[in-house]
């Protein structure tokens, strides 16, 4: 006669205990550095299936690394970190999320933390901190600033996630920024063109071609004669799945169509870049809509930016 086998039923904790021995295992075979990745992502599921999420944008557990290339080396520069509670839109952890934050910054800069300690409440989902860089000493242009940042939860689980920011020194006279905040419809590029007068491309009128012309010069010019010299140029680059071009914005309605790129999405042309000419010291703001309000994507801040900007200007001819 057979002899039936008792069923042994795990609990959840044991259950959670022989996944983490199964990918220690999976580690101690296939090398600590790879193995790092698989025990993170196995530690977070372990954590998820307790209904805790402790995430970020910016941060990751395995060291997201970013790059900022616009700083002028001489400003306070501020970079904005978000950490949240939440799954997704409809799963979040139900208590209070405590954690510290460290940060760590090459020798040529300071950083100053906002504060050390921070709170994700239940209700409001999410939490920010601010780490502002200072200059040490004077910069060169191409220079580069590096900063380490840690948020780790303390309460009601343990969790680690870290970015390094690369920030690259320009000394240009362009600059841009994107404002912007959570639970806003739409973001706003500002360009600003410094440069305080054109170069001639094409020659014209006793000019030659790499001549400067001051902007009282240029201002006196004919319209063809202007279309031979420019300040800046700039192309701009977009993904319509995250934003979208104001259709009626005036640099894009006077300039950019004609050079524009489209991109098709659910059956549909969105515009996905564009190029414009800009005028010496001069400034342009062009709004874009997102399909996700709940983002935040000012830059410079804690990412990289939504928009990619190539630029040339009078001063790199």
Avoid at 1 to 26: A, D, F, G, H
Avoid at 165 to 192: M, P, R, V, W
């Amino acid at each position: 006669m057979k002899k039936k086998r008792k069923k042994i039923k795990l609990t959840k904790k044991q259950r959670n205990l022989i996944i983490l021995c199964s990918i220690l295992l999976v580690i101690t075979t296939i090398g600590i550095t790879f193995g790092r990745y698989i025990y993170n992502f196995g530690r977070n599921y372990i954590l998820e299936s307790q209904g805790f999420y402790f995430n970020s944008y910016v941060l990751s557990m395995n060291g997201a690394h970013r790059s900022i290339n616009n700083w002028d080396g001489v400003s306070a520069y501020p970079i904005t970190i978000t950490v949240n509670n939440q799954k997704n839109d409809l799963v979040y952890t139900k208590s209070d999320i405590t954690y510290d934050i460290e940060v760590e910054c090459s020798s040529n800069i300071r950083c100053v933390l906002s504060k050390e300690t921070g709170i994700i409440r239940s209700e409001t989902h999410v939490d920010t901190y601010r780490i502002t860089v200072y200059p040490v000493g004077n910069f060169t242009r191409n220079q580069e600033a590096e900063v380490t940042t840690t948020a780790r939860s303390t309460f009601p689980y343990v969790k680690e996630l870290s970015a390094t920011y690369h920030i690259g020194i320009q000394k240009s006279n362009f600059s841009y920024k994107i404002t912007d905040t959570q639970g806003s419809d739409y973001l706003t590029l500002e360009l600003t063109n410094a440069l305080t007068y054109y170069k001639v491309t094409e020659a014209f009128d006793g000019h030659s071609v790499g001549d400067n012309i001051s902007i009282d010069d240029y201002l006196l010019l004919s319209d063809e004669n202007k279309k031979k010299c420019f300040s800046a140029k700039v192309h701009l680059n977009f993904d319509p799945s995250v934003i979208l071009l104001d259709m009626t914005d005036r640099t894009y309605m006077y300039q950019g169509k004609p050079t524009q790129t489209l991109e098709i999405l659910d059956g549909y042309n969105y515009v996905n870049s564009f190029d414009f000419y800009m005028d010496a010291s001069s400034n342009t703001k062009i709004n874009f809509y997102k399909r996700d309000t709940l983002q935040d994507y000012t830059y410079p801040g804690g990412t990289d930016s939504t928009i990619k900007i190539s630029v040339t200007t009078a001063e790199d001819e």
